[in-house]
Structures are given as C-alpha cells and as structure tokens.
C-alpha cells in the first residue's frame, strides 16, 4: 500500500532523531523561538469529512507540512517524517496538520485512505483539502508555503519544511527536513508547550 513503511524502516532515522532531540535538550540555554508572523483563521474539510481550522487548534502547539496524495517524488518522504514526529513528541499535546497542495484531487475519501497508509491518528494528526482558494489563501498567503502549478509530469512544486504554530495562532519557526531541523523542531515544540 503507497505510503506504508515496512518494519524497521526508519528505525535508523528515527534513533538519530532521538539522539539529535535529546542533545539538543541539553541545551540548558535554549530559549522559546521567535514569534514570526499570525496565522490568519482559517477553516478547510478533514480527512473525516468535517470541518477543521483554527479554531479547533486554538490553544494548542501545531505542526504544519504540505504534501498531495498522488505526489511521485518527495511527500512520502515528508509524511513519513511527520509520523516520526508524532512519535517522537508522543505524550505532548502538540498537534499535526498536513495540508493538500492538491485538492482538486484529495478529496476527504483520498485523505483518508492515505491517512491510513501512515497510521495517522486523527485525533492528534489531521489532513486537510478544500478549495483552490482556500488551500492557497492559507497556505501560501498564512503560512508563507511555496505552491507551484503542476508540471508535465503531475508533479506540484511545494515547499518541503515543516511550520510550527504556537497556541495563540502566530507562527514560531521553518524547519528543514534534515535529522537536525526536525530535532530543532521537536525541541522547540516541547519548549512551547511548558
């Protein structure tokens, strides 16, 4: 099934996550990142087919990644990543959101079933489609994401970091999608949610 990992794929990522993680706790002088911009509200359809935005993320720390479903090149990568971050940051109230960059095809039904290629649990990790212009007014304008237009080969040109988002709505930081920029993004979500 697309999307789903075989056992002990990754492992090794996720033990030097860890390590990273763990090192960078360490780091008794670490301070809170700095507050960038805010998030305009927004409210787009679930992979359950409801309604989700930010005011079901209001109060909570969230982390925000873009893929599509049909995606041939590096969303697999980058949703595989964001479920080693929901394992890694497991017991914290931090929230996930990965947000379609196609919705004209991810419907909530091809949400879901990639949803479940993860084992993404949908009370801690929701996918999220809409419209065109819905997708574009919180993503592009709110999040500052690059999204291109489909080339030849089906392929949406899309930024590849992860987004983190503070309670208040106001975004704290890009992450790359290195071993080191996901341990910085794993310590800087805790640090938001003490």
């Known amino acids: 099934m697309r999307g789903r990992q075989r056992p002990g794929r990754g492992a090794g990522t996720r033990a030097v996550l860890a ?3 763990l090192l960078a706790a360490c780091d008794e002088e670490r301070e809170p990142p700095p507050e960038l911009l805010d998030v305009p509200a927004f409210e787009l359809t679930s992979q359950t087919d409801e309604p989700f935005g930010s005011a079901q993320l209001q109060g909570k720390v969230w982390v925000a990644n873009f893929m599509f479903t049909t995606c041939p090149t590096i969303c697999p990568l980058l949703t595989a990543q964001m479920k080693e971050l929901t394992e890694t940051l497991a017991g914290t109230p931090v929230r996930f959101v990965s947000f379609s960059v196609d919705p004209a ?9 990639y949803a479940a290629g993860y084992d993404a649990d949908p009370s801690r ?3 999220l489609t809409g419209d065109n212009d819905a997708i574009e007014e919180v993503v592009v304008r709110g999040l500052r994401v690059h999204v291109g237009d489909r080339d030849e080969t089906g392929n949406i040109l899309h ?3 992860f987004v983190l988002v503070d309670g208040t709505g106001t975004i704290r930081g890009y992450y790359e999608s290195t071993p080191e920029g996901l341990a910085d993004l794993a310590t800087d979500a805790r640090l938001l949610t003490e």
């Open 159 to 161: 930024g590849s970091h």
């Open 105 to 113: 095809n991810d419907t909530p039904e091809a949400l879901s079933r």
């Open 19 to 21: 390590t990273l993680v």
């Open 125 to 127: 990790w929701t996918f």
